[in-house]
């Protein structure tokens, strides 16, 4: 930037055509630089998932995946070969699937509610919507750990599911409340009108409706279970081991390859979705 | 009352009464909405709610939809009190302000909503969709999204899909309030032709007075969540019962005035100084009592020499003269230093020029005495009626 404002004083005396000339020069040489600081920025941000994906065609010399070796597609061919780690991810995946679509349901009926009526303790009901979201995970962890212990609750899958629809509840309630702010309720007014039981007119006008915000819900909380380490290892006990427990709890005997390949495609899976729903989306504005 | 009494005879020609607010008042917190609002609509009649936005009109027809319940009096529908009925249980549908035509389906589909909720069979919710899009002139449109229509053809899908389930009565929120002067004219005279057609009730609520004497068989004139005047289109601008009525509808004069003595239906009022007879006065005044005396400014006449001496006359100097085409605008000072304005006949020759001194005057017909001061006239929204302004005297 120093460069330029020297530089700028330099075309002042000479003709009018130099004059206009400077500014522009600024700002091409000012994007420029913009344009290398955006690069540095991806590159901070994309550098470790490149490194994941990478990595899952390495073929590690020893038992930690950590050092390049060379390029094979031996891990990608056999992806579940470590039974333990193969057994961890459906654990993972129950326990999100269960905990996501009650999240899910509870969650979009309590934006719903937020969104549409008014009633006493509306805004109570607000804070301690978000208040999970700022509570840090280890404090959340170690309070239900307390919690569960102190009511004898065996621990295992349905705490980890319980918490996790805790946490999730929230992200979901938000999310939907953010889609059906702009939601415009005459619709549902017209369709009583015309003679729609209250509940045909939720099938048939209102969910479809906020669909797309339930599905963003959704896998925003799907993420958020698959993803948890924190407190799922206060709850989880002895005898469940959720994925990201697995990866944890190995990293000091062994990092398998699989790993790599396991997150790539949970990479891939929901970058396509994502990049479905945006193509979607734009399909739908075009028209 | 006189005003409902006056309103009763579109129900006693032999149409039946077909939704009947029976002293219906509703209430939210400390505000009143509507204010025992008390009136009969009949079959097939068009009937228009008029009145500035605030005044209970729309408040009113989502109690006769059933999205509002009354706080008190009853809503019958056909005899039947439906007051407490939920709207899917009530057999009238709304054609709503923004149309809310649901955006996930197409036009077809949309249409079809209705007969379809009501569990038709197949082939009768065919008939009936195919039916309502050829009288509303959209049958080639049935598969388009409302999105890819114009604001004109949302608006016909929007009264087709009400229309499809022949309701007893149907519901019209101010439709035309998002369409451009000229679409809003042409809607105005298509909504005539379609419920001509279909010969349904149709209860209109708008803010915009011309639509509503355009439109109606009956209008009612609300303010303040009350019903001020019911009647003919005609009645109530020839006779409007209230000074707010009188400046709502249309543009009027409105000078005050104090009776001097009642003869039979003739009034003495002294108005401007001078003293006048009200032929045919409804305003129920005794003599002492102050009023508002109305002349609409086209029933004037402003000539140099009065030239018929049947018509009533003040003094008055031009102010003010506009040229508008068909007519010309005079703005008139009168002796006492009120104001007037007269619409006349826009003439090659003899018109009067600022400064001129003239007769004002107007013939028996034309006026009209009201209960209540000038300045009860509304002063916001559609033609601001022209009170008497306090000009100084120089």
């Known amino acids: ?287 | 009352m006189t005003i409902a009494d006056a309103a009763e005879p579109a129900v006693s020609t032999g149409r039946k009464p077909v939704i009947e607010i029976d002293d219906v008042s509703k209430v939210f917190g400390d505000f009143t909405a509507v204010d025992h609002a008390d009136f009969t609509i009949a079959e097939g009649e068009f009937f228009s709610m008029l009145g500035p936005s605030g005044c209970g009109k729309t408040t009113t027809l989502r109690m006769i939809a059933g999205f509002e319940m009354p706080s008190s009096g009853a809503i019958r529908l056909q005899g039947q009190d439906v007051s407490n009925v939920p709207p899917h249980k009530r057999d009238v549908n709304t054609v709503f302000q923004q149309y809310a035509l649901f955006p996930h389906m197409n036009v077809w589909d949309n249409v079809a909503y209705g007969p379809r909720a009501k569990k038709l069979p197949k082939d009768e919710v065919a008939k009936r969709v195919d039916e309502l899009l050829g009288v509303v002139k959209l049958s080639d449109f049935a598969k388009r999204r409302p999105s890819q229509l114009s604001g004109g053809q949302q608006q016909r899908i929007a009264l087709a899909r009400a229309l499809v389930n022949y309701p007893k009565a149907l519901l019209l929120d101010e439709p035309l309030g998002a369409l451009d002067l000229k679409l809003r004219q042409s809607m105005q005279l298509e909504l005539k032709r379609i419920q001509r057609e279909v010969g349904i009730t149709f209860i209109f609520v708008t803010h915009d007075q011309e639509e509503a004497l355009t439109m109606s068989d009956r209008i009612a004139v609300m303010n303040k969540g009350r019903v001020e005047q019911i009647g003919s289109p005609r009645e109530i601008y020839d006779h409007p019962a209230t000074v707010f009525v009188a400046g709502f509808i249309g543009q009027a004069n409105l000078w005050p005035a104090v009776v001097k003595a009642n003869q039979g239906t003739t009034t003495t009022i002294e108005v401007a100084g001078r003293a006048i007879e009200v032929a045919d006065d409804r305003s129920g005044l005794r003599p002492g009592d102050h009023g508002t005396f109305m002349v609409r400014p086209e029933r004037m006449y402003v000539e140099p020499q009065l030239s018929d001496p049947d018509r009533w006359t003040v003094d008055a100097v031009v102010t003010e003269l506009v040229f508008q085409g068909p007519v010309v605008r005079y703005e008139l000072r009168l002796p006492d230093g009120s104001g007037a304005v007269a619409h006349v006949p826009a003439r090659r020759d003899g018109l009067p020029i600022p400064g001129d001194t003239v007769q004002a005057s107007w013939s028996d017909e034309s006026s009209v005495l009201l209960p209540g001061s000038p300045d009860q006239a509304p002063t916001v929204e559609t033609g601001p009626p022209i009170t008497a302004p306090p000009v100084t005297r120089d």
């Open chain 1, 1 to 287: 930037m120093t460069a330029t404002a020297t530089q700028a004083p330099s075309t002042e005396p000479v003709g009018p055509v130099e004059q206009v000339k400077g500014p522009r020069q600024r700002r091409t040489l000012r994007s420029r630089w913009l344009g290398v600081w955006s690069a540095l920025v991806y590159i901070w941000l994309f550098a470790p998932i490149v490194v994941v994906v990478a990595f899952s065609f390495n073929d590690p010399a020893g038992k930690f995946n950590t050092s390049w070796n060379q390029f094979t597609l031996d891990n990608w061919l056999h992806p579940f070969a470590k039974a333990d780690y193969t057994a961890a991810l459906v654990v993972s995946l129950k326990v999100a699937a269960v905990s996501c679509v009650i999240a899910t349901i509870l969650g979009g009926l309590m934006a719903l509610a937020i969104s549409r009526y008014e009633f006493r303790g509306k805004g109570l009901v607000n804070i301690v919507l978000v208040l999970p979201l700022t509570t840090p995970e280890i404090v959340m962890g170690s309070s239900l750990f307390t919690l569960f212990f102190a009511r004898d609750l065996d621990f295992g899958f349905t705490t980890v599911v319980i918490a996790h629809i805790l946490f999730c509840l929230s992200f979901v309630a938000l999310t939907i409340q953010a889609r059906v702010r702009g939601f415009d309720w005459s619709l549902e007014d017209a369709a009583l009108d015309l003679g729609s039981t209250p509940w045909r007119t939720f099938r048939t006008v209102t969910f479809p409706l906020i669909l797309p915000g339930i599905g963003a819900a959704f896998l925003l909380s799907f993420a958020l279970s698959i993803d948890d380490y924190i407190i799922t290892s206060f709850v989880a006990g002895d005898h469940t081991t959720t994925f990201p427990m697995r990866i944890f709890n190995a990293n000091k005997t062994e990092i398998p390859p699989q790993v790599n390949v396991i997150a790539t495609a949970i990479l891939v899976f929901t970058g396509s979705l994502m990049a479905l729903g945006t193509w979607r989306s734009l399909k739908r504005a075009k028209l």
